[in-house]
């Protein structure tokens, strides 16, 4: 970098002809220019070119200075680099009278560092979580942190950088999500300067951000329908696609934050957005369990503890998708869940697609994309049990359908149990041990002669139902333990 911004503009244009790079423009646009090239495309070809105009170009003089001043003992190569940076610094205020900028202290301001010595310490980088709906396929700029260059509340940050030619290509040549906005695209992303672990994105307050000539809507805040609480506001990658230069010419980005002491990092990335059907068939492809293991793990659930002093002889699973209460159609969990319990993949990566929580709706513990699996086993399931909304596994891996659980539902509609006669509709107990619907109960029925309800009259009290808390007329009858399926 600092013998590239020690060049002169012939020397520039013969490096940009080099790699078939435009070569027209001012000299701090040829600058910026070749100085993307060095950080983003600096072949052994590149690098070679570079060194070979610097060399042509300073080498002789760098002797003379040599010569000049024996008594320093300094190593050529100390001296050359930094000869070569004051050389730049020089170059670059000859222009000022010209353009009015100063370039050392312009590019000490911008993200990417541009115009900085190399760090003699390298610390350890910012990372960002990945996040399933952006494909990274280029790193435009690292993680970098936003500092403050006065004791203001309001900070801005500039940066400068140029898309590739081949960046450019993919980007016109992405397909269109909707109109206007593009598969392919140059996002920014935000987050706390912590270097412990891979960080999730943050917004600084006081956020805008300055593309080129024009600002970039950054998402709003999610309406709080809770007095009192805050309203949230979703931190994504903030596409910038729509206001860049789709060409060689350079980029401006320009980021206002507000500076209250906590530290923010800016990247810059471009990225293949994702959607939840293309998710979906990536999980059907790569993420399915097969039932054999499934059913393995069934029988592991069920297993019988040492320690336990009572046996599990079954356990229920629900047809219906807690998300949208309707059937599963892609049963899936995250490996990590320690239930049985499913929801549908197709609802679940909708809802993140739109906000992204990434929470398992069962046991509300984190369900990311890259834990989902796929049930094969229930999948099975479903298509073979049409006519039930749950199902019980046993202790040996197979399940049998638990149907009639509506006609058992308790409500004043729908009575369980009519007391009076032994056979009144024929609700009563059956020496089986099942009921109507062939759902077991408890072992003993303890029934009482007196009604709990205050509200009936006398001569209802042989027709009350058991909907009604409290003790019953007595009756016993035995029942047989654990879990009986229904067929």
């Given at each position: ?15 940009l ?10 000299k ?5 220019r070749?100085l ?9 070809e590149?690098?070679?070119?570079i060194k ?6 300073y ?12 008594q320093?003992?300094?190593?050529p ?17 000859t ?8 370039y050392p202290a ?5 993200l ?10 390298t ?39 140029a898309?590739?030619?081949r960046?450019?290509?993919?980007i ?13 695209q ?6 706390y ?13 006081n ?21 009192g609480v805050?309203?949230?506001?979703p931190c ?12 060689a ?47 393995a ?8 503890d ?12 629900s047809?219906?998708?807690?998300l949208v ?7 899936c ?25 990434w ?7 984190p369900?990311?994309?890259?834990q ?6 229930l999948?099975k ?6 006519d ?19 006609e ?17 509709n ?56 654990g ?5």
């Amino acid at each position: 970098q600092n013998m590239v911004m020690s060049f002169r503009v012939s020397d520039l244009q013969m490096l940009l002809g080099f790699v078939g790079r435009s070569k027209s423009g001012l000299k701090h646009e040829l600058v910026t220019r070749a100085l993307q090239l060095v950080q983003f495309d600096c072949s052994p070809e590149v690098f070679k070119k570079i060194k070979e105009l610097y060399e042509t170009r300073y080498a002789k003089k760098s002797s003379e200075v040599a010569q000049a001043q024996p008594q320093q003992h300094r190593p050529p190569e100390a001296l050359s680099i930094h000869s070569s940076y004051e050389r730049g610094s020089t170059v670059a205020r000859t222009s000022i009278s010209t353009t009015n900028i100063d370039y050392p202290a312009l590019y000490g301001k911008y993200l990417n560092g541009l115009g900085r010595l190399p760090p003699k310490v390298t610390k350890p980088e910012v990372r960002l979580v990945k996040l399933p709906f952006y494909t990274t396929l280029d790193e435009l700029l690292k993680p970098t942190e936003l500092v403050p260059q006065n004791n203001e509340k309001l900070q801005e940050s500039p940066c400068i950088f140029a898309l590739t030619p081949r960046q450019v290509e993919l980007i016109r040549n992405s397909r269109e999500l909707q109109p206007g906005v593009k598969s392919v695209q140059v996002v920014l992303r935000i987050c706390y300067t912590d270097t412990s672990s891979p960080q999730e994105d943050q917004y600084p307050p006081n956020i805008a951000v300055k593309v080129n000539h024009s600002y970039c809507s950054v998402p709003g805040y999610y309406p709080s329908n809770k007095p009192g609480v805050e309203p949230k506001r979703p931190c994504r990658p903030i596409n910038l696609t729509h206001l860049m230069y789709l060409s060689a010419a350079t980029n401006r980005i320009t980021v206002t934050w507000g500076n209250y002491g906590k530290s923010y990092s800016v990247g810059l990335y471009l990225v293949r957005q994702m959607t939840s059907a293309e998710l979906l068939q990536r999980l059907k492809t790569i993420g399915i369990k097969h039932p054999e293991l499934c059913k393995a793990l069934v029988k592991e659930k069920l297993r019988l503890d040492p320690d336990s002093e009572i046996a599990t002889t079954g356990v229920r699973v629900s047809l219906i998708c807690p998300l949208v209460k309707m059937r599963l159609s892609v049963p899936c969990r995250a490996e990590t869940c320690a239930h049985l319990q499913c929801f549908d993949a197709v609802f679940y990566l909708q809802m993140n697609e739109k906000k992204p929580t990434w929470m398992c709706p069962v046991c509300d513990k984190p369900a990311p994309y890259d834990q989902l699996i796929i049930d094969g086993l229930l999948s099975k399931i479903l298509t073979e049990c049409e006519d039930a909304d749950e199902i019980e596994y046993l202790v040996d891996g197979s399940w049998c359908p638990i149907r009639g659980e509506k006609e058992r539902s308790c409500s004043p509609q729908c009575p369980i149990l009519v007391l009076g006669s032994s056979d009144v509709n024929g609700l009563l107990p059956t020496p089986n041990g099942n009921g109507e619907n062939g759902k077991a109960t408890a072992d003993v029925v303890d029934l009482t002669l007196d009604s709990s309800s205050s509200e009936e009259d006398e001569e209802e009290d042989e027709e009350e139902d058991d909907d009604e808390e409290g003790p019953q007329p007595k009756r016993r009858c035995s029942y047989e333990k654990g879990l009986v399926s229904a067929c």
